[in-house]
């Protein structure tokens, strides 16, 4: 079965701080894609990436940054130098590609970025 | 650009009363999903439709039915609401519309729904 696994629950840092977003993840399938979404304390879900599980090629947008690791099966997020802007819920999402309509998202994870 | 567009933004039922969702967008996505956000457990699958005219459950998907009304429009409607679906309500729409794999890319800003 598919399963997405975010174990912190909550992390503080103070701004300047770099951060990590742990991403575990289950799926019998060999295609799959993942992603990243936040959710502000607005309360809208954005979109943030999408990697499909062929492409282990690590990704950089400006102060974000994706690891992806097959042989751990994670898919983990670090904000670097972490602005108080960042303060979100953090939700990592797994789809397989025969059931491609259906995402499996983890419990999310809250950042809250202090002055 | 609006987007994904949901109304009503907030909503409070009685147990028994019914109530519509609706949903639209503007971006000619082919598939629109309804998502249910719990406290603690992230976002759960109610139903979806890949593409005009056609509807599927997702995970969890009792207590509800949609209507693909046309393209640019997906409602949820709850017949007899229940406390347990107190809830947050998200629709979406995927990116690559005509594409074998459509993902939900796209959310609306949601409805807080709450049923007394």
């Known amino acids: 079965a598919q399963k997405v696994t975010q174990a912190q629950t909550e992390i503080s840092v103070v701004e300047k701080e770099d951060v990590t977003l742990d991403c575990v993840y289950e799926?019998?399938?060999?295609?799959?894609?993942l992603f990243w979404y936040k959710q502000p304390p607005s309360g809208e879900l954005v979109f943030l990436i999408r990697?499909?599980?062929?492409?282990?090629q690590n990704e950089i947008s400006g102060r974000y940054s994706w690891n992806f690791q097959k042989s751990t099966s994670s898919f983990n997020f670090t904000i670097t130098a972490s602005q108080v802007v960042d303060s979100a819920v953090y939700f990592c999402?797994?789809?397989?590609?025969?059931?491609?309509?259906?995402?499996?998202f983890g419990t999310g994870t809250r950042l809250q970025v202090f002055p | 650009n609006a987007g994904v567009t949901q109304t009503p933004k907030f909503q409070v039922l009685k147990t028994g009363q019914s109530m519509t969702l609706q949903c639209a967008q503007d971006m000619n996505h082919n598939s629109m999903y309804w998502y249910r956000q719990d406290p603690g457990m992230g976002l759960r699958l109610i139903y979806y439709?890949?593409?005009?005219?056609?509807?599927d459950k997702g995970e969890v998907p009792n207590g509800y039915n949609v209507s693909r009304l046309n393209k640019r429009e997906f409602s949820l409607r709850l017949e007899s609401a229940a406390p347990s679906q107190t809830s947050v309500y998200f629709c979406?729409?995927?990116?690559?519309?005509?594409?074998?794999?459509?993902?939900?890319?796209?959310f609306g800003d949601g409805t807080r729904l709450s049923i007394l």
């Open positions: 990697r499909n599980s062929f492409d282990e």
């Open positions: 999402a797994l789809s397989e590609v025969y059931n491609t309509d259906k995402l499996i």
């Open positions: 979406a729409s995927s990116e690559e519309p005509g594409t074998v794999i459509n993902q939900p890319q796209h």
């Open positions: 439709s890949a593409s005009e005219g056609t509807t």
């Open positions: 799926t019998r399938d060999t295609t799959y894609y």
